[in-house]
């Protein structure tokens, strides 16, 4: 299904769309409010743009020092060129500590290459520890946003759901009652896990460290308690020194969620004794994207989520409507360089209106992507329907007469025809729109009479 | 600005010229009343940004090459819409990048607001005693600058807010969502169709919770399908361009 079909079901629940709508708009409003209380923010996201440029020039030695410095401090390190060997490196790891029941703290990476399926499938129970990720993976859904995973979900639809799974009160809404509930399940879970599986939100070249970022210690709270724990990283997210973090922290956190800094920001060096880290690094796609001159720096991303939040369509939309493991701006032009004919339609969910790239921590100059992939999709599908009418206009914006003749017949048309007519179903204008009322001349003929 | 009158290129958008002369109109008497001379070549057509933004930035290379003609000869171009400055801007075919001529061009193209604050530096007096709530048009907005965003970490700056403050008795409306897009978008208007009459619908709505007597704003696009909306559903709202509001109450 296309994005404007799936967004058109969206809003038809009228109050839950508004709701939605709200509720991401106070996230946004809270990380206008908090990246203002910094003077120096611009220079922040200035810097954070040019330390991301640099990583993706020089993206191949910083990846083997990061290697060879993360093998120095005993992590085993692996390199998946794509989803299915990601999810094998993983699965092996599993069988080699004979590991049917994981942990996993939010990673969007292993929701790209659809790893819960895969280990499932092999008799692994995956439990996702983020609170949000746990709801939406009781209802056997994808995350929504990519920050706040079941953010399309009420509190009425989170108690339903606990009361079905976890056994609470039917009819409670109480968070605090809830959270309880969750933190009590969760619990068992992390005590049984023998692997604990993170994302990673930046990989630090000098050190061989990686750092996890979470606000519910979930993370830390199942690789403590694991034997193993498997970090399973995009390739795009190194940064070359530990004190870049300095710079990345403080623009996540607040661009994210509007937090000073985020709750839980762990440092991974090396395994304790007798245990085991061991790293993932992911291709799957990011060195094609790397490849594209005018797409590459939408690789700069360290997944906010700010531009979710600010985006007019996504708020109105759902993240669901994008079809897509990243939804919103960033994923509309991530998704094309994965498959550009199933996610034709995205980068046309857009007005242009910029709102994503002026709120981006690292400068991605969204909309101007949207805009470029724009003349790359209706390149590959040029049956596109858009294609014929913009060709036939194209014969009329050229020539001059063309251009008058037929504006003129539009203008005088609309004035012959009975509003029936001119309101009819196939008008998708008009449905809940009324046209201007017809001048009687344009500009054109007006100026000829009166500045001869 | 150098002493001689400058000679200023209109450019009126070919919906506007189409549907709305009397924005045309108010664009030519107001640079006219601010001492330019202005001439409005006939020959002009539509820049290409429709076709431009739908993906088919290949096929205006004709309309290009003949707006950069038409154009030429100009101190300046001026237009009354942010939107269409901006695709003459940035969005002309690569083929153009290194033309000279093109370059030329593109120093001198203004959307009419920022022309008058920050070339003819004019300060517009008059009296407009209405309480007016200002849409910022994306693409004048974020793509020329002509105000600061929400979104950035700048001091505060509106060059249409500049303009209309100086006028006696309007009352200028501060919004809750002061630049949220209507969602007209061009060919997202009709292929986004529910998203877009739902954007507008809510843009409405901030206005008419302030009370808002007349909207206002630098494109007519936007002005068009909110208008659309708003007339539909019976709203009590009027519509104005920023220039027939700055050339009814210029003294
Ligand atoms: S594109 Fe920018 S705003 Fe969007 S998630 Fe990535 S870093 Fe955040």
């Known amino acids: ?452 | 600005m150098s002493n001689q009158t400058p000679h200023v290129g209109l450019f009126i958008p070919c919906y506007v010229d189409q549907f709305y002369p009397n924005v045309g109109i108010a664009s030519l008497e107001l640079l006219e009343k601010l001492g330019c001379k202005v001439s409005y070549p006939q020959n002009q057509t539509c820049c290409g940004q429709p076709l431009a933004n739908s993906g088919y930035e290949r096929d205006t290379i004709g309309s290009s090459e003949h707006f950069i003609k038409t154009f030429g000869e100009f101190d300046y171009v001026v237009a009354p819409s942010g939107s269409c400055i901006m695709h003459v801007k940035e969005h002309f075919p690569p083929e153009f990048l290194d033309q000279n001529a093109y370059k030329e061009l593109q120093g001198k193209v203004y959307e009419l607001t920022e022309f008058i604050t920050d070339v003819l530096k004019a300060e517009i007096k008059g009296k407009f005693p209405h309480r007016i709530g200002y849409h910022s048009s994306c693409h004048g907005l974020r793509g020329l600058r002509l105000g600061a965003s929400t979104e950035l970490n700048v001091s505060p700056f509106n060059k249409a807010k500049q303009l209309l403050q100086g006028l006696d008795g309007l009352d200028w409306v501060e919004l809750t969502r002061k630049d949220e897009c209507c969602g007209f978008g061009g060919t997202f208007a009709v292929s986004e169709e529910a998203l877009s009459v739902q954007m507008g619908k809510d843009r409405l709505a901030d206005h008419l919770e302030k009370d808002v007597e007349i909207l206002t704003g630098g494109d007519m696009s936007c002005i068009m399908h909110l208008q659309g909306i708003s007339s539909r559903n019976k709203q009590p709202l009027k519509f104005m361009h920023i220039a027939e509001i700055l050339n009814q109450a210029i003294q």
């Open chain 1, 1 to 452: 299904m296309s994005h404007p079909s799936k967004a058109a079901e969206f809003l038809k629940d009228q109050a839950k769309s508004h709701w939605h709508d709200e509720t991401l708009w106070f996230v946004r409003d809270k990380r206008d409010k908090i990246s203002k209380s910094i003077p120096e923010w611009e220079n922040l996201r200035t810097i954070a743009s040019g330390l991301k440029d640099y990583v993706l020039n020089n993206l191949d030695t910083l990846l083997l020092d990061f290697e060879a410095n993360a093998k120095k401090n005993g992590i085993h390190v692996h390199w998946a060129v794509n989803a299915e060997e990601h999810n094998q490196i993983v699965h092996s790891i599993l069988e080699k500590h004979d590991c049917k029941a994981i942990v996993k703290s939010k990673s969007i990476l292993t929701e790209e290459c659809h790893l819960n399926p895969y280990l499932e499938k092999r008799g692994v129970e995956v439990v996702d520890t983020d609170l949000g990720e746990r709801i939406v993976q009781f209802l056997q859904q994808p995350p929504s946003h990519i920050v706040l995973p079941a953010i399309h979900l009420k509190k009425g639809d989170i108690s339903e759901i606990f009361h079905e799974k976890l056994k609470t009160e039917k009819g409670n809404e109480d968070p605090t009652y809830l959270t309880h509930a969750a933190r009590l399940h969760l619990r068992e879970k992390f005590l049984k896990a023998k692997v604990a599986i993170t994302g990673v939100n930046f990989g630090v070249a000098e050190t061989g460290e990686f750092v996890v970022c979470t606000n519910e210690g979930n993370a830390d709270m199942g690789v403590h308690l694991a034997d193993v724990h498997i970090a399973c990283m995009g390739i795009e997210k190194i940064i070359p020194r530990r004190k870049d973090l300095g710079v990345f922290l403080r623009l996540l956190a607040r661009s994210a969620t509007g937090q000073p800094i985020t709750n839980y920001n762990s440092h991974f060096r090396s395994p304790e004794p007798g245990k085991e880290i061991h790293i993932v690094l992911l291709d799957n796609g990011r060195t094609r994207q790397l490849a594209r001159e005018k797409f590459k720096n939408s690789l700069k991303c360290i997944r906010c989520g700010a531009c979710m939040n600010t985006c007019p369509i996504y708020r109105r939309s759902g993240g669901y409507s994008y079809g897509s493991t990243v939804p919103g701006p960033i994923g509309s032009i991530l998704s094309p360089g994965i498959d550009v004919k199933k996610y034709s339609t995205l980068p046309f969910a857009s007005t242009l209106c910029g709102s994503c790239s002026d709120v981006c921590p690292v400068k991605i100059n969204i909309h101007e992507q949207l805009y470029e992939w724009r003349q790359e999709i209706t390149k590959a599908n040029p049956d596109m329907a858009k294609g014929m009418s913009m060709k036939m206009a194209s014969g009329i914006f050229t020539s001059p007469l063309a251009y008058k003749i037929s504006g003129s017949l539009m203008r005088k048309s609309l004035k012959a025809l009975p509003k029936s007519i001119i309101y009819n179903p196939l008008n998708v204008w008009g449905k809940e729109r009324d046209l201007p009322n017809p001048p009687k001349e344009s500009f054109k003929e007006w100026y000829k009479k009166n500045r001869p």
